[in-house]
């Protein structure tokens, strides 16, 4: 998970490069007044999407898988621990009638 989030943090950055560049180089048109910044910011988040979903698809799958198998492991563990604890108060409930 660790690795998508990195690498798609490097494409982002690399689209703030290309559009900051194309902006001051006058091909982008600029933001109004002191909003070129956040101009720049908007439209690398806005170009940088659809090129992690299509770039970075396999890593996507590889992470989704690994978040998958930890939810059903935590899944088991907690349907585990709910069993021992029936188990508790069922043999503690048997010990109370008993005696």
Not at 7 to 21: E, P, T
Not at 46 to 73: H, M, Q, W
């Amino acid at each position: 998970m660790l690795r998508y989030t990195l690498m798609r943090l490097g494409v982002l950055a690399g689209c703030l490069v290309v559009v900051g560049g194309l902006v001051y180089s006058g091909v982008f048109p600029r933001g109004l007044g002191d909003s070129n910044g956040m101009w720049i910011i908007l439209l690398s988040l806005v170009i940088s999407a659809p090129i992690s979903f299509v770039v970075l698809r396999k890593e996507r799958d590889r992470a989704s898988v690994t978040v998958v198998e930890r939810v059903d492991r935590m899944k088991a563990n907690l349907e585990a621990n709910r069993s021992q604890e029936d188990e508790a108060i069922d043999s503690a409930h048997a010990q109370g009638q008993t005696s």
